[in-house]
C-alpha cells in the first residue's frame, strides 16, 4: 500500500513562502511520477506542478516562476517551494504519484494518479 503524506501548510501573508513535503512509502522511488494539485473551496482539483522520473519539470501557468517542485529520491520526498504568494493560492494542496517505469506527469488529468495523499491546507492573507 502506497501512502502519501503531504505536510508544510500553513497561514502565511501575500507576498511570503512556503515549503511543502510529500513523503512517500515507495521503495523504489525513482518508479515514481508526482505532482501537485490543489483545490479551492468551489473549485475544481488543478494541477499546479509535476515531476517526471527524470526529474523533468512542469508548472501550470498560474504559479510559473513562484513555484518550484523538486524530489529527493533518497529520502522519498518530493517538495514544492512556493514564493511570492498570493491570496489565490489559497486552497488544499494534494500529493499525487504514479508508478511504473512508463508514468508520466499530466496536470491536466487528476484521474490519471492512483495515489493521493490527504492535504495540507495553505491560506494566503491579503
Known amino acids: 500500500q502506497v501512502q502519501l503524506v503531504e505536510s508544510g501548510g500553513g497561514s502565511v501573508e501575500a507576498g511570503g513562502s512556503l515549503t511543502l513535503s510529500c513523503a512517500h512509502s515507495v521503495v523504489e522511488s525513482s518508479d515514481l511520477c508526482m505532482a501537485w494539485f490543489r483545490q479551492a473551496p468551489g473549485k475544481e482539483r488543478e494541477g499546479i506542478a509535476g515531476v517526471r522520473r527524470n526529474g523533468l519539470t512542469y508548472y501550470a501557468d498560474p504559479v510559473k516562476g513562484r513555484f518550484t517542485i523538486s524530489r529527493d529520491d533518497a529520502k522519498n520526498t518530493m517538495y514544492l517551494q512556493m514564493n511570492s504568494l498570493k491570496p489565490e493560492d489559497t486552497a488544499m494542496y494534494y500529493c499525487?504519484?504514479?508508478?511504473?517505469?512508463?508514468?508520466?506527469?499530466?496536470?491536466?488529468?487528476?484521474?490519471?494518479?492512483?495515489?493521493w495523499g490527504r492535504g495540507t491546507q495553505v491560506t494566503v492573507s491579503s
Open positions: 499525487a504519484a504514479a508508478i511504473g517505469a512508463l508514468c508520466y506527469v499530466t496536470l491536466e488529468d487528476p484521474n490519471y494518479y492512483y495515489y
